[in-house]
C-alpha cells in the first residue's frame, strides 16, 4: 500500500515563512491534499493540486510537487500563531475514494 | 447548513465491552469513512464505504465492524474493546461525483478503553 512520510515537528517564529515536506510512495496518486487540524478539531482541506501541475498558489500558501522524486510540499508565508495546527499530506486517486494520510507535522509558532 | 456530526464526543468503557460509535451526515454523500488518529501513526483507515450495502476494510480493521444501512449513517462498532483501541476516531464523507473531492471531517470521539 502507499506510505507517506513526514517528519513530525517545525517550529518557526512568527514572520517567517514555514516549509513542511511529504514524500509518497503511489505514483498513481491524482490529487494530493493538504489538511489541516486544529487543536481537539476535525481535519480540514486547506489545499490541494493535481498531479499535472507543478505548483499551485492560493494567498499565503504555496503547495510544490516533484512527481519524478514523489515529494509534496507546502509552504505557508508570513506565518501567523494562527497558523500553528498539526498539518496532513495525503495523496489520493481521486473520485471521492479512499486516501492514505501522512503521520502529520505539528507546526508551532513562536512570538 | 450540512454537517457531519460523531457521538459521543467523550467514551470510558471496559475491556471486553461492545461500543459502537454514531456517524451521521446531512450532505447525502455517497463515500463515508473511518479513521483513527494516535501519535506518531496520523490517521489509519478502519472501514470506508462507496455506498449503501457497501462496506471495505482499511489498513487496521481488525476488531472494528461497520454497517450501511442507509446514506446518512456509518456506525463503527468495536466487537470486544481492547486496551490498543484507546484512541480518537475520526469520520469523514465525500462527494464522488464533487470537483476536488475533498473529505468533510466530524469533530472526532475520544475512546478510552480501560
Not at chain 1, 50 to 78: E, G
Request: proline fraction near 3%; aromatic fraction near 10%.
Amino acid at each position: 500500500g502507499e506510505d507517506v512520510e513526514q517528519s513530525l515537528f517545525l517550529s518557526v517564529r512568527e514572520g517567517d515563512s514555514s516549509v513542511i515536506n511529504c514524500t509518497y510512495t503511489d505514483s498513481s496518486s491524482t490529487y494530493l491534499y493538504w489538511y489541516k487540524q486544529e487543536p481537539g478539531a476535525g481535519l480540514q482541506l486547506l489545499t490541494y493540486i493535481f498531479s499535472n501541475m507543478d505548483m499551485k498558489q492560493d494567498q499565503r500558501l504555496t503547495v510544490l510537487l516533484n512527481k519524478k522524486d514523489k515529494h509534496l510540499s507546502l509552504r505557508i508565508a508570513d506565518t501567523q500563531t494562527g497558523d500553528s495546527a498539526i498539518y496532513f499530506c495525503a495523496p489520493g486517486a481521486g473520485g471521492g475514494n479512499k486516501l492514505t494520510f501522512g503521520t502529520g507535522t505539528q507546526l508551532k509558532v513562536e512570538l | 447548513d450540512a454537517e457531519i456530526t460523531q457521538s459521543p464526543r467523550h467514551k470510558i468503557t471496559e475491556t471486553g465491552r461492545q461500543v459502537t460509535l454514531a456517524c451521521h451526515q446531512t450532505w447525502n454523500h455517497n463515500n463515508m469513512f473511518w479513521y483513527r488518529q494516535d501519535l506518531g501513526h496520523g490517521l489509519r483507515l478502519i472501514h470506508y464505504s462507496y455506498g449503501v450495502q457497501d462496506t471495505n476494510k482499511g489498513e487496521v480493521s481488525d476488531g472494528y465492524s461497520v454497517s450501511r444501512s442507509n446514506t446518512e449513517d456509518l456506525p463503527l462498532t468495536l466487537e470486544s474493546a481492547a486496551s490498543s483501541q484507546t484512541s480518537v476516531y475520526f469520520c469523514a464523507s465525500s462527494d464522488p461525483s464533487g470537483t476536488s473531492y475533498e473529505q468533510y471531517f466530524g469533530p472526532g470521539t475520544r475512546l478510552t478503553v480501560t
